[in-house]
């Protein structure tokens, strides 16, 4: 939530317009200076992740202001075949999620671009250029390409993985890991009691990963200065991992043994009064039913149903096999 001033590039003198400061949809005055904007960005397949949003206001102003919008599309880092989590209610629709898509998406920035114009009324003037020779099953590490960190908190394909799970930490007092080396993969707090957590924590509660136990100090952000006992995520199989609902489970571990757990409180995002961990869930009913203990099996298979629209909805924007 840093945010970006506009500038002059000094090489080139031509103006940078900031999508992240006093506005995050572009407007006429901007696209006064061009034909086509060309979005060439890496996504990391995620529904909270922002790039998408800021993607979809460029579409809906190229619309307005007659111009074209060309989509270079680039991988999915966490492959293009799991899909996972519960679909966003549309009264949570926010900056962290603006469509009713679920939490890791399976679709790359350029089929996010087709399925949004069609399915969400947009209609601009729409182009992707495909990949050559990227494959839904593909990995990151799979695809030759160097990983350029899209974001401060993103610099590995590992965060990116665990990340659809754990940005949900965002939502509550526990670190994310944000302030350390390894966002997302480190999480914990002041308060976390290894001893109260490990009768919890069985490998097969989590299947593809391993949950290591740390002492961690953020730099900056939650708990800055102070030793945070927590764990470290080191995924070992990510065909068998699920981010999200592991991070759910954790989260149903953590208040079941610390009373010193607490969702933060709103705002969230400067603008919304919402609970910030209900628009990252992008639900207000999910939080109480892990606050009520309810079996997070049984809640996993109530949003099958939704997910399975979701894949029939997105399959005829699919560009790399089904």
Same mark, same amino acid.
């Given at each position: 939530?840093?945010?970006?001033?506009?500038?002059?590039?000094?090489?080139?003198?031509?103006?940078?317009?900031?999508?992240?400061?006093?506005?995050?949809?572009?407007?006429?005055?901007?696209?006064?200076?061009?034909?086509?904007?060309?979005?060439?960005?890496?996504?990391?397949?995620?529904?909270?992740?922002?790039?998408?949003?800021?993607?979809?206001?460029?579409?809906?102003?190229?619309?307005?202001?007659?111009?074209? #919008?060309?989509?270079?599309?680039?991988? !999915?880092?966490?492959? +293009?075949?799991?899909?996972? @989590?519960?679909?966003?209610?549309?009264?949570?629709?926010?900056?962290?999620?603006?469509?009713?898509?679920?939490?890791?998406?399976?679709?790359?920035? +350029?089929?996010? $671009?087709?399925?949004?114009?069609?399915?969400? +009324?947009?209609?601009?003037?729409?182009?992707v250029i495909p990949m050559k020779g990227w494959?839904?099953?593909?990995?990151?590490?799979?695809?030759?390409?160097?990983?350029?960190?899209?974001?401060? !908190?993103?610099?590995?394909?590992?965060?990116?993985?665990?990340?659809? +799970?754990?940005?949900?930490?965002? @939502?509550?007092?526990?670190?994310?890991?944000? @302030?350390?080396?390894?966002?997302?993969?480190?999480?914990?707090?002041?308060?976390?009691?290894?001893? $109260?957590?490990?009768?919890?924590?069985?490998?097969?509660?989590?299947?593809?990963?391993?949950?290591?136990?740390?002492?961690?100090?953020?730099?900056?952000?939650?708990?800055?200065?102070?030793?945070?006992?927590?764990?470290?995520?080191?995924?070992?199989?990510?065909?068998?991992?699920?981010?999200? #609902?592991?991070?759910?489970?954790?989260?149903?571990?953590?208040? $079941?043994?610390?009373?010193?757990?607490?969702?933060?409180?709103?705002?969230?995002?400067?603008?919304?009064?919402?609970?910030?961990?209900?628009?990252?869930?992008?639900?207000?009913?999910?939080?109480?039913?892990?606050?009520?203990?309810?079996?997070?099996?049984?809640?996993?298979?109530?949003?099958?149903?939704?997910?399975?629209?979701?894949?029939?909805?997105?399959?005829?924007?699919?560009?790399? @096999?089904?």
């Amino acid at each position: 939530m840093i945010e970006s001033d506009h500038m002059i590039d000094p090489v080139s003198g031509i103006p940078v317009f900031s999508l992240y400061g006093e506005t995050r949809i572009p407007t006429q005055a901007m696209f006064d200076h061009i034909d086509t904007l060309i979005i060439d960005i890496q996504d990391v397949g995620t529904r909270v992740y922002t790039f998408i949003y800021t993607m979809a206001h460029c579409m809906e102003a190229a619309k307005k202001f007659n111009k074209k #919008i060309i989509v270079c599309d680039r991988p !999915n880092p966490i492959n +293009g075949i799991h899909v996972e @989590g519960n679909c966003l209610s549309p009264e949570y629709a926010s900056f962290v999620g603006l469509y009713p898509i679920p939490m890791r998406h399976g679709l790359t920035i +350029g089929e996010l $671009a087709l399925f949004f114009n069609d399915r969400f +009324g947009i209609h601009c003037d729409l182009e992707v250029i495909p990949m050559k020779g990227w494959k839904r099953g593909m990995g990151f590490d799979e695809t030759g390409l160097p990983w350029v960190a899209p974001s401060p !908190n993103m610099p590995t394909p590992v965060t990116a993985l665990v990340y659809p +799970g754990q940005v949900l930490l965002e @939502g509550t007092n526990l670190s994310e890991g944000r @302030g350390t080396t390894q966002p997302f993969e480190l999480f914990g707090a002041p308060f976390i009691r290894h001893e $109260a957590l490990r009768p919890h924590l069985s490998e097969n509660s989590f299947p593809g990963v391993f949950l290591r136990e740390t002492v961690f100090e953020p730099t900056s952000n939650k708990w800055q200065g102070e030793p945070c006992c927590g764990f470290q995520i080191h995924v070992t199989d990510s065909s068998i991992y699920q981010p999200y #609902i592991t991070t759910l489970k954790l989260l149903a571990a953590i208040i $079941a043994t610390h009373p010193e757990f607490a969702w933060k409180q709103p705002p969230y995002e400067y603008e919304y009064e919402l609970m910030p961990i209900d628009m990252l869930i992008g639900d207000g009913q999910i939080r109480r039913r892990i606050e009520d203990g309810e079996d997070l099996n049984a809640l996993e298979t109530s949003w099958q149903s939704g997910l399975r629209d979701f894949m029939d909805d997105c399959r005829g924007f699919l560009l790399y @096999g089904d």
